[in-house]
C-alpha cells in the first residue's frame, strides 16, 4: 500500500480512502478472492468465535461460500464435537432443509421458519420423500394446531440430486431454468427417493460465483476457538481428532505469558491445521506469537462493536494502524494477520485487506442474520432482531465459568470489558449472511478492480490511499432523501 500523504496518527478505517488507479482487469468476475494464509478459504472473511454469532448453521454456510466460521471456546467439547460432524456432512451446494412430518402442527412450522432465509418447510413422510412445501403465506386463515398435511396447497418442485452433484456452471444454470419456468424460488432436492437438501434460485447463482472452502475429503471446512487456560493441549487434540481444520488460541490479551505456553502446548501436538494465535495490536507481539509458532496472528483490540475495552481501560488502538503494522511485521516473519473487529461497511473489509490482512473477521454484522444461532425476536414495531452480547461481557463470563461454584462465578462477572444485550436488527433486505456476502465480495471486488489488482497479493500491493477528514468521510455516504 502506498499513501498520498503519509499518516501522523493512528488511523481508524473511516480516517482512510482509496483512490483508483490504471487497470487491466475488465470484470469484477476475474479477481481471485482466495485468502493466501494456508486456510484455503476462497473469499477473506471469518465469522467470529462469539456466541451470538457462530453455531452450526453459520459454520455450514460460511464454508459452502468459502469462508470459514469459528466455534466458541465456551461450547461444551461434547458439543464441538457433534456440531463438527454435522458439518462435515453438509453438502458443499445444497442447504440443509428445515423439515417436518405431515402430522406436524403449523405452529410447529412456523417456529422453525425464522431458522432459515428462504422461510420454508419441506413436508416429508416416513421415508424421507417429499410430500409438500409449506410456507407462512399458506398459514393465513389456518388454525394454528392444523396439521400441515391439510394446508399443503400445491405439488413442489422437486431436483435430482444426482443431476447436481457435478456443481458445474451449465448443471446450475439449467436448475436455475427449471426454478424460473416452474415459477418457484425453492426446490427440495431427493436422492433415491428422500431429502437430501434444497436449492434456491438465488442459491444456484451463488454457487456459479463462490467457490466452497473444502478439506482434503471433500468436506465442508471448520475452525474452533480454544482459550489458553485449563488442559489447552488435550482441548485441542480433541478438536483435532473431531475433524476441525483450524485452530483458533483465543484471548483478550494475545501478548501474555500464558499464550506463548499454549502456543507451545498446541504446537508439541505437531496439529498439521493452520493455528491462529491473538488479539495484538503491535509488530512486537506479531512477531513473538509467529516465532513462538502461531500461523496467523489476530488483530484487534477494542475495535468491535460490542467491546468496551477502550471505553473502560483505555488499551486498544484504531484497527486500520493496527492492520498495517501487524501485517507487515507478520509478512517479514513469514505468518499473516485476521483483522479482528471494527468493520462496518464493505469498505471497511476492503481497507483491512489492502492493509494487508490475509482475511477479515466480523462479529456483531453477522449476529444479525437468520443464520446466527441466537432466537429471531420481534420489537414493538414489528422489526426482527436477535441479542448479540460480548465476549468479555457479564453475560459471556457467567456463561464461560457457569461449572464453577456461584461465588467465583459471580465474582468474575464484575470484571467486564463488552456489553452484555444488544439487539441486532436484521435487514429486511439482506436477512441472511449469504446476502451479506454478497454485498461484501461484490462490494471488495470493485474495490479490487478500480485498484487494477487481479488477486489479495496485488491488491497489497497497488492499493493507493489517503487520508481524510470527517467532513471527507461524511461526504462519501449516500443521501437518503432529497435535500
Known amino acids: 500500500m502506498r499513501f498520498l500523504n503519509e499518516p501522523t496518527t493512528d488511523l481508524t478505517y473511516s480516517d482512510i480512502f482509496l483512490v483508483p488507479s490504471r487497470s487491466d482487469v475488465s470484470s469484477r468476475l476475474d479477481v481471485d478472492l482466495a485468502?493466501?494464509?494456508?486456510?484455503?478459504?476462497?473469499?477473506?472473511l471469518v465469522a467470529a468465535n462469539m456466541t451470538a454469532v457462530t453455531g452450526k448453521r453459520m459454520a455450514e454456510t460460511m464454508a459452502r461460500r468459502g469462508g470459514l466460521a469459528v466455534l466458541p471456546q465456551d461450547v461444551p467439547l461434547e458439543v464441538l464435537r457433534d456440531v463438527t460432524a454435522w458439518i462435515k456432512t453438509r453438502h458443499r451446494i445444497l442447504e440443509t432443509p428445515v423439515s417436518l412430518a405431515p402430522s406436524n402442527t403449523v405452529i410447529d412450522a412456523l417456529h422453525l421458519m425464522g431458522k432459515r432465509p428462504?422461510?420454508?418447510?419441506?413436508?416429508?413422510?416416513?421415508?424421507?420423500?417429499?410430500?409438500?412445501?409449506?410456507?407462512?403465506?399458506?398459514?393465513?386463515?389456518?388454525?394454528?394446531?392444523?396439521?400441515?398435511?391439510?394446508?399443503?396447497?400445491?405439488?413442489?418442485?422437486?431436483?435430482?440430486?444426482?443431476?447436481?452433484?457435478?456443481?458445474?456452471?451449465?448443471?446450475?444454470?439449467?436448475?436455475?431454468?427449471?426454478?424460473?419456468?416452474?415459477?418457484?424460488?425453492?426446490?427440495?432436492?431427493?436422492?433415491?427417493?428422500?431429502?437430501?437438501?434444497?436449492?434456491?434460485?438465488?442459491?444456484?447463482?451463488?454457487?456459479?460465483?463462490?467457490?466452497?472452502?473444502?478439506?482434503g475429503a471433500g468436506s465442508l471446512k471448520v475452525a474452533a476457538a480454544v482459550g489458553i487456560n485449563g488442559d489447552v493441549a488435550g482441548r485441542a487434540a480433541e478438536l483435532l481428532a473431531a475433524g476441525v481444520n483450524v485452530l483458533v488460541l483465543d484471548t483478550a490479551h494475545g501478548h501474555q505469558q500464558k499464550?506463548?505456553?499454549?502456543?507451545?502446548?498446541?504446537?508439541?501436538l505437531d496439529p498439521g491445521v493452520p493455528v491462529v494465535a491473538g488479539n495484538v495490536v503491535t509488530a512486537d507481539a506479531t512477531r513473538e506469537l509467529i516465532k513462538a509458532g502461531a500461523d496467523i496472528v489476530k488483530v484487534g483490540v477494542g475495535p468491535g462493536a460490542m467491546c468496551t475495552t477502550r471505553m473502560m481501560t483505555a488499551v486498544g488502538r484504531p484497527q486500520f494502524s493496527a492492520v498495517l503494522e501487524c501485517s507487515a511485521a507478520a509478512r517479514d516473519a513469514g505468518g499473516r494477520v485476521w483483522a479482528d473487529g471494527g468493520v462496518r461497511y464493505p469498505r471497511d473489509v476492503a481497507l483491512a485487506l489492502a492493509a494487508g490482512a490475509s482475511q477479515v473477521m466480523i462479529g456483531s454484522w453477522f449476529a444479525g442474520t437468520h443464520e446466527s444461532p441466537g432466537d429471531l425476536q420481534q420489537d414493538a414495531g414489528g422489526r426482527q432482531y436477535k441479542e448479540s452480547f460480548g465476549m468479555a461481557s457479564a453475560r459471556a463470563v457467567q456463561n464461560r465459568n457457569q461449572r464453577e461454584g456461584a461465588f467465583e462465578k459471580d465474582r468474575k462477572a464484575l470484571f467486564e470489558e463488552g456489553i452484555s444485550t444488544s439487539r441486532m436488527?436484521?435487514?429486511?433486505?439482506?436477512?441472511?449472511?449469504?446476502?451479506?456476502?454478497?454485498?461484501?465480495?461484490?462490494?471488495?471486488?470493485?474495490?479490487?478492480?478500480?485498484?487494477?489488482?487481479a488477486d489479495l497479493a496485488s491488491f497489497r500491493e497497488r492499493a493507493v490511499a489517503g487520508i481524510q477528514s470527517a467532513a471527507g468521510y461524511e461526504e462519501g455516504r449516500p443521501v437518503p432523501q432529497s435535500w
Open 35 to 44: 485468502a493466501d494464509d494456508g486456510t484455503g478459504s476462497t473469499i477473506p
Open 118 to 215: 428462504h422461510g420454508a418447510v419441506v413436508v416429508v413422510d416416513g421415508s424421507g420423500a417429499v410430500t409438500g412445501v409449506v410456507r407462512a403465506a399458506d398459514f393465513e386463515g389456518q388454525d394454528r394446531f392444523a396439521s400441515l398435511a391439510s394446508v399443503i396447497r400445491h405439488e413442489p418442485l422437486v431436483l435430482d440430486a444426482e443431476t447436481l452433484d457435478a456443481g458445474t456452471e451449465a448443471v446450475l444454470r439449467r436448475a436455475f431454468d427449471t426454478m424460473d419456468a416452474a415459477g418457484t424460488d425453492y426446490a427440495p432436492v431427493q436422492q433415491g427417493g428422500a431429502l437430501v437438501g434444497v436449492l434456491t434460485r438465488k442459491g444456484a447463482l451463488r454457487s456459479t460465483l463462490y467457490r466452497p472452502s473444502l478439506d
Open 259 to 268: 499464550m506463548f505456553d499454549a502456543l507451545a502446548a498446541v504446537k508439541s
Open 425 to 453: 436488527f436484521l435487514d429486511p433486505v439482506r436477512p441472511g449472511v449469504e446476502d451479506l456476502l454478497d454485498m461484501i465480495t461484490a462490494g471488495l471486488r470493485s474495490s479490487m478492480s478500480y485498484a487494477g489488482a
